[in-house]
């Protein structure tokens, strides 16, 4: 069985960091781009960050592009979001996902087939 599971979420002052860590079990992701979202309430999930399956290419939604950075470790099956200068916009659930197609995709909520149980995120002004 398929696993997700993200840890590092927390309470931080604005200005501050943390760095979210998943953890794949089950299958290997080594060749699936990985994505983090977050979704806070009353709002659509939305994709923040996605990293393509050797890490060479990286997007990010306009709302944390300077301040969050993906990266993947293939030989742990894991992925990270260092966030950096955390603002209460950021107060979201996040989580991790893995696309269902190998090379390619990643796009789109609906490229996405494995999702975590998610891990709140709070930045308090």
């Known amino acids: 069985q398929v696993h997700l599971v993200e840890s590092g979420g927390g309470l931080v002052q604005a200005g501050g960091s943390l760095r979210l860590s998943c953890a794949a079990s089950?299958?290997?992701?080594?060749?699936?781009?990985m994505g983090w979202f977050r979704q806070a309430p009353g709002k659509e999930r939305e994709l923040v960050a996605r990293?393509?399956?050797?890490?060479?290419?990286?997007d990010y939604s306009d709302s944390v592009k300077g301040r969050f950075t993906i990266s993947r470790d293939n030989a742990k099956n894991a992925v990270y979001l260092q966030m950096n200068s955390l603002k209460p916009e950021d107060t979201a659930v996040y989580y991790c996902?893995?696309?269902?197609?190998?090379?390619?995709?990643?796009?789109?909520?609906?490229?996405?087939?494995?999702w975590g149980q998610g891990t709140q995120v709070t930045v308090s002004s």
């Open positions: 996902a893995a696309a269902s197609t190998s090379y390619s995709g990643g796009a789109y909520i609906t490229d996405y087939a494995y």
């Open positions: 990293i393509s399956w050797s890490g060479g290419r990286t």
């Open positions: 089950g299958r290997t992701f080594s060749s699936n781009v």
